[in-house]
Every structure is written in C-alpha cells, then in structure tokens.
C-alpha cells in the first residue's frame, strides 16, 4: 500500500505491548504508575494519529534521559496557586508536563461546565506532548478546546537570524457533527523539531525554507542543523518562511501571542530562561508555560447546532473545487482520523532507530519483554 511506502524500514507493532512499555520504562524512571499511565496515553495518541515526531520517539531523549540528568521530577506535584470562577493558576513544580496538562484542561472543562468558559494558566512545567491531545479532551466533553505552550527558543523572527521563541503551538478541537472533530495541532514555525529528528532518523536532507542559518540562508544540512538548532547556530523559520513576501510576519506574531499568554497570565519564564542550559552550558530545567480553554458551545445556540454548522463548513470545504492533479482537500484532523483507520488494523510504525533505543531501556531497567525484532540487532 501507498501508506506503507514511508515506512518501508519499520515493523509494525501493537499499540497495547508498546503503551504498556512506555509505562514501565517510566515507571522504572520513578514516575508514579497513575503518572506514567497518563504520560503514556498521551503518547500512544500521538502515534495512532501518525505524529511520528511526538509519540514513542520522544520517550527517551525528552523524558527519560531529562530525569536521569536531575533535570526533571519523574514525581509531580502540582500546586493551586489561584483558583477563580473561571480561571485558575497552577506551579508544575517541574513534574511530567502530560501529568500537569490533563490535570489543567480538566479544570478547564469543569469551570466551563459551570460558567460557559474555563482557563487554566500554567507555570514551571515541561514538555506536554501533542497539544492536540488536550484540545480534543474538551470535544469529548462536547466543548471547544483551545492550548498553547511555550518551548525552548528554535524560532527567528521575521528579518532576524536568532533562535527566540519556541515552535509555540497554537491548537484548536472542535467538535463537529462527523465522525471526527476538527482539531488544528501545529507549531507557529515551519516545521518543529521533531519532524526534523524524524528526517534524521531517516536521513533525508530538510527542505529548503525550514531552518535558516546566522547568514540569513536556509539550511538543509539535518544532522548539523539538530546539533546547531540548541547553540543557536541555526534556528526554524516562523510560519510563512523567511522574511516578509511569504508572509513570514504572520506565524512570527502568532508564536510571540502564543509566548505572551504561556508566561504573562502566569509570572512564568520565556524565551531564553527556557534554553536548559546554565552559563556553563550544564543542563538545567525548562520551566515552561501553558495555557488551557475550555469553552461550552451549549451557552451559546446549542451544541447540536454548533456541531451542525461546523462539519457542514468542513464538508462544504473539503468538495469544493480542487486543483489540477490533487486527488483530495483535507480538514484539519482529518489526516490523522485516516492514520488511526489504517494503524488500528495494522499498529505503530517503528523504525530501526527506535527498535534500538526499546532494546536499550529494555536492558537498563530490565523489564520483561521479548521484542520479535530483536533478533535484527
């Protein structure tokens, strides 16, 4: 199949065995069982929607190896620090940005239940996964969902060369009357990193327009760009590319909005205090910062109007006219509705690099698993 094409070096695994895996390396990290589930569920969403760069790939080098090096808790303890009618301020105290993210847009989804619209601002926390995953927590409570996070700094700004702002994904779920919701997940770069480590593993160059480097040019170069992507020496391009003719200016201001709300509401840290590095260049934690909206579409003219109206607009989007040679227009969240169509029947796709870095945990922690893969190492 054409799917299958793109994962031609790949074994196809079972979503169950690798969830259950993704919880007992964590939990051999330290991460409580109820914790590691959570961040584990998160993760396996990712792969089932076909976001290669967020799931299982992320487990190692964004959550295990940072609590290894003391750069963040495995245990997390999350403290109100306000709590109004409709919105709230929680301190992540540097646990499991999954752990914090849930517990957050939950209390955003009650308060909307009770006041039409919630929002939950939170600091000192960490890498949270797809932001999808918490947008879509509020369709399921037939509510519009929006998130954001601030990150460490990769993106220049429009006619600047140096990396400020992180790839600052502004994310929306909306519930519709289709068999899947529309759920915009992107970064207000480009392209993010994950996608670049995705084209490492691959090796395959990035194409040009990703990434530019300190002489204002773009750069394909994968591996040295991941390496020069954390000293500064290259950084994304916002959404629209570089300079002002493709509209670069536009994802420049979204990123800076979404920077702002992930540490303005909330006294937290941006920008370069979120680079993880001391003056000495040791690593230190990143403290970022997120923001959850829970908005209830019933206050207004109902919900089954609103879920109307809205897969009416995707439907009428999705026929229109299309153009020569293009066999579909698609809807967000549609592309990962047909991912989990075919990966349901047929698993996760997973690359010899990512085989290799199983077998590794696997052998640290000494958990009890028999990889059928194995064997190919």
């Not at 006619?159 to 992180?166: A, I, L, T, Y």
């Amino acid at each position: 199949m054409a799917y299958e094409d793109g994962y031609k070096d790949c074994v196809w695994l079972d979503f169950g065995m690798l969830e259950r895996f993704m919880v007992d390396a964590l939990v051999a990290s330290g991460v409580p069982a109820d914790d590691a589930k959570v961040i584990g569920d998160v993760l396996i969403e990712s792969d089932k929607r076909g976001i290669d760069s967020h799931g299982i790939g992320r487990l190692k080098p964004i959550y295990i190896d940072r609590i290894a090096i003391g750069i963040m808790n495995p245990v997390t303890e999350i403290e109100v620090l306000k709590d109004d009618m409709t919105t709230a301020v929680l301190d992540g105290h540097n646990g499991m940005g999954h752990v914090v993210g849930k517990r957050a847009m939950e209390m955003a989804i009650d308060k909307a239940k009770t006041y039409g619209m919630g929002m939950v601002a939170v600091r000192n926390s960490n890498h949270y996964g797809i932001a999808g995953y918490y947008a879509t927590m509020a369709v399921d409570a037939g509510m519009i969902g929006i998130t954001g996070t601030n990150a460490r700094p990769s993106i220049a700004p429009t006619f600047g060369v140096e990396n400020m702002m992180g790839t600052n994904p502004l994310t929306f779920g909306i519930p519709t009357d289709e068999e899947f919701p529309f759920v915009l997940d992107c970064a207000t770069s480009v392209t993010q990193r994950g996608k670049i480590e995705v084209y490492g593993r691959a090796g395959k160059k990035l194409p040009p327009g990703w990434v530019i480097g300190l002489d204002g040019k773009t750069r394909t170069d994968t591996q040295q760009v991941l390496k020069d992507l954390t000293t500064g020496e290259a950084a994304l391009t916002p959404l629209g590319g570089i300079g002002e003719d493709t509209g670069g200016y536009k994802g420049f201001g979204y990123a800076m909005v979404v920077e702002i709300l992930s540490a303005a509401l909330q006294d937290g840290s941006f920008m370069k205090e979120l680079n993880g590095f001391d003056a000495d260049h040791k690593p230190i934690p990143y403290p970022l910062g997120h923001f959850f909206i829970a908005i209830d579409p019933g206050r207004f003219m109902g919900l089954e109007v609103f879920k109307r109206i809205a897969g009416t607009i995707c439907r009428q989007i999705r026929n229109s006219k299309k153009a020569p040679g293009a066999e579909q227009i698609y809807t967000a969240g549609e592309k990962e509705h047909e991912a989990w169509e075919y990966r349901k029947v047929h698993g996760c796709p997973v690359p010899p690099s990512l085989q290799k870095m199983m077998i590794e945990l696997r052998d640290t922690f000494g958990l009890a698993y028999d990889f059928d893969f194995e064997r190919k190492h």
